[in-house]
């Protein structure tokens, strides 16, 4: 027995006829894939299969019986078609296979490959069967194509590797940025681009991610073949397959060195100082936030090293500010050099620099103990002598440190704690460290509520104006000074020895002054009309500050003038530390009340260390033998001496002179046998309220 062939077998051997072209029928009816239609030569529609209903959206029974032409050939093809047609039906000959696009019920064209045939059977009309396969998918898959090709060689660098790994293209854009041809790259893996920068975990991390979302992108610090190190966004996507096996990666990359570089300049200026390029005031504080933050969670202890280099304004003044910032570069570097990595050193401007230490020992008095360490090390550092230009220069710093966590430190307080440190440290003779401890602090709040008491004090009208008396050699009195009391509500009348320094920081004593000058000139002008009173002098104090600002000179002789008070009668006291300030603007303005009549007296003479050349050019009245040589005349030679050379010195300059703070009748003989006849103290009276003093001038004779 011979094997049937396979085909035969399939078949079923030789089915009779009818089996056969049934089978057939079928076959034509279904075939998904290929369009069948049958035309009589008129264009008669005689078979339209399945897929003639998918292609031209006709069902077989709109299309069977109607004409070719009117179905699914367009207008302008129509004269060639039916030539075509004619032709083949004539003839027999075939027309080529070829591309054609017909016409859809919808009236879109439909791109087919078209095969014809003409099919004769004895005793029937021939029928032309023509057979189109739909090319739209594949159009539409050859266009997709042609987009990838075109996508593939843009801007950014690209490469494609199977699913190992290995690279299979890159296009042209990698090979630029890059430096690698196609070539040295296919087959290689991405690897060739290592910088070294990226650790394990980065990677792992990297490929944890397009495992589980199928993509991963972000910074990649990559190698050039010229070993350029760049910064490269990368986008790394997984192809799968229709199981859902990835097959390909495709990796993007586009250099952003650029980009980063800008980025990295401007957090450079937000950040830095551009003298010293340390860090600045924002940078410190959002670390010192951190750190604080870190130190609770970890109960390790960190500082906080205020530190202010020492006289650094005369260095400026005297050798110029190039110097000066000469000065604090080389300071910002040697500080660098004394801190550890995890350490902070940053400039808060102008001198002021901030040291951060982190990580010391969770034993507080363990930790203050490295940082006074760490201070000490940087005080010896900064000593160490300076080369400015060609100047040689030997400077100082003063540290003031403070510790944290505190429960309740913010960072704000922090730094005003290292701050008021620091001005502890300077106190003490500078080039020293000192520490924050909460007494200071005490201190520090109680001056802050009574700078509130006092603002709220000017705006009720708390302070009252006392005179003290100043008498001549006979005990008669000549005028007196005017002294402010603060009418306190809960700590009765306050002495100004207690609030004029927290009301001269804060400012306050401008309002404040404007008040008394104010007060006292009334009281001048009201004394006018009595003969008592009319000859009295008013002696003012004026802070430094006050008489510092620009607008002081215009301010009494609109006071004086708007009170009319005479000018004559008022004598305004001074103190030496104004002299701190310029001497020329200070004489200048001196000179201008002088000229209205306005006289002064040099108040607390002899404690300040003014030059007697200052002295001299200053248009005084008076010198005020300070309180304190009083007070020991009988006990201390050298307060009389001073006394004495005061009064001299009174004596050659032409002013007058008066003691302050004659308490004994002996201190009063003492002074006036050394030529001084003029006297304040409580061996005459205290100061007093207004009408006390009225009282003792002949009782009552003033007006207010
Ligand atoms: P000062 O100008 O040296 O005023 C003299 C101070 O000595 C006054 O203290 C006065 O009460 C006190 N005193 C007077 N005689 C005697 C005495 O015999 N013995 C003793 N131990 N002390 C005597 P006060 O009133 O407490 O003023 C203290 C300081 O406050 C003043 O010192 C002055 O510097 C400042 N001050 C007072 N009023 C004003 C003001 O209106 N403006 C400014 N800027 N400062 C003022
Ligand atoms: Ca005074
Ligand atoms: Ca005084």
């Not at 002064?600 to 033998?625: C, E, M, N």
């Amino acid at each position: 027995m011979t094997e049937k062939p396979a085909s035969q077998a399939f078949w079923g051997g030789n089915p009779p006829r009818a089996v056969s072209e049934a089978r057939f029928q079928k076959l034509f009816d279904e075939a998904d894939a290929m369009s069948i239609q049958g035309y009589l030569p008129d264009g008669e529609v005689v078979y339209w299969n399945r897929a003639s209903e998918h292609i031209y959206g006709y069902t077989a029974d709109e299309a069977l019986g109607r004409n070719l032409f009117d179905l699914i050939i367009p207008t302008d093809m129509r004269p060639d078609v039916e030539a075509a047609v004619r032709l083949m039906f004539e003839t027999g000959q075939g027309i080529l296979p070829g591309r054609l696009e017909l016409k859809h019920k919808d009236g879109h064209r439909v791109p087919v490959y078209s095969n014809h045939t003409v099919v004769t059977v004895a005793g029937q009309s021939p029928v032309l069967f023509c057979m189109d396969t739909d090319m739209s998918a594949l159009d539409q898959a050859e266009a997709e194509l042609r987009i990838a090709a075109t996508a593939f060689e843009s801007q950014q660098g690209m490469l494609i590797t199977d699913a190992n790994g290995v690279i299979l293209r890159v296009n042209q854009a990698f090979t630029c940025c890059n430096g690698y041809s196609a070539e040295e790259s296919v087959g290689k893996t991405p690897r060739l681009l290592k910088s070294g920068r990226h650790s394990l975990e980065f990677y792992i991390e990297m490929w944890r991610s397009i495992i589980d979302t199928g993509a991963w992108h972000g910074e990649i610090w990559n190698k050039r073949q010229n070993g350029d190190i760049r910064a490269d966004w990368v986008t790394i996507t997984a192809v799968k397959d229709n199981k859902g096996d990835i097959t390909h990666y495709v990796g993007t990359q586009t250099d952003i060195t650029q980009r980063k570089e800008a980025e990295a300049r401007i957090l450079h200026l937000a950040f830095y100082d551009p003298l010293t390029r340390l860090p600045n005031r924002r940078l410190l504080l959002d670390r010192l936030q951190q750190a604080v933050a870190a130190s609770l969670r970890q109960q390790i202890a960190g500082a906080l090293l205020f530190i202010d280099i020492d006289h650094f304004k005369t260095l400026n003044d005297t050798l110029g500010h190039d110097v000066g910032d000469l000065l604090l570069q080389q300071v910002a570097e040697r500080l660098s050099a004394c801190i550890r990595e995890n350490d902070t050193a940053a400039r808060l401007g102008g001198d002021e620099f901030v040291v951060m230490l982190e990580y010391l020992s969770p034993n507080l008095q363990e930790a203050a103990g490295q940082a006074e360490a760490a201070g000490k090390k940087i005080l010896a550092s900064l000593s160490q002598p300076y080369k400015l230009r060609h100047h040689d220069y030997v400077g100082s710093v003063s540290i003031g440190v403070t510790m944290f966590p505190t429960l309740v430190s913010t960072t704000d307080e922090l730094m005003k704690q290292a701050d008021l440190a620091m001005y502890e440290a300077k106190a003490a003779g500078r080039n020293a460290l000192r520490f924050f401890d909460p007494e200071m602090q005490a201190a520090v709040s109680l001056r802050a509520e009574l700078v509130n008491g006092l603002r709220d004090a000017l705006r009720k009208q708390q302070f009252r104006l006392y005179y003290q008396p100043q008498v001549d050699r006979n005990g008669q009195i000549v005028g007196a000074e005017a002294l402010v009391r603060w009418d306190c509500p809960v700590h009765g009348m306050v002495s100004p020895a207690e609030f004029i320094p927290a009301a001269e920081d804060s400012g306050l004593i401008l309002p404040l002054g404007a008040w008394v000058l104010e007060t006292a000139c009334l009281q001048l002008a009201a004394w006018a009309n009595h003969p008592a009173a009319a000859k009295l002098t008013l002696a003012v104090n004026v802070s430094a500050c006050q008489f510092g600002r620009a607008d002081f000179v215009d301010q009494v002789i609109e006071i004086v003038s708007r009170t009319g008070a005479n000018p004559h009668r008022l004598k305004l006291e001074l103190t030496e530390s104004l002299l701190v300030e310029n001497v020329d603007e200070v004489i200048a303005k001196m000179t201008t009340l002088k000229a209205r009549g306005i006289g002064f007296s040099l108040d607390d003479f002899g404690t300040g260390y003014s030059s007697l050349a200052y002295l001299r050019r200053l248009p005084l009245d008076q010198l005020k033998i300070d309180q304190s040589f009083v007070r020991d005349l009988l006990i201390d030679p050298n307060s009389v001496a001073i006394a004495k050379t005061i009064i001299v010195l009174s004596q050659a300059m032409s002013l007058s002179v008066i003691a302050e703070g004659v308490e004994t009748e002996m201190q009063r003989v003492l002074l006036d046998s050394l030529g001084c006849h003029a006297f304040q103290g409580y061996l005459f009276s205290r100061p007093l309220p207004i009408e006390r003093l009225d009282r003792l001038l002949l009782g009552g004779v003033s007006g207010n």
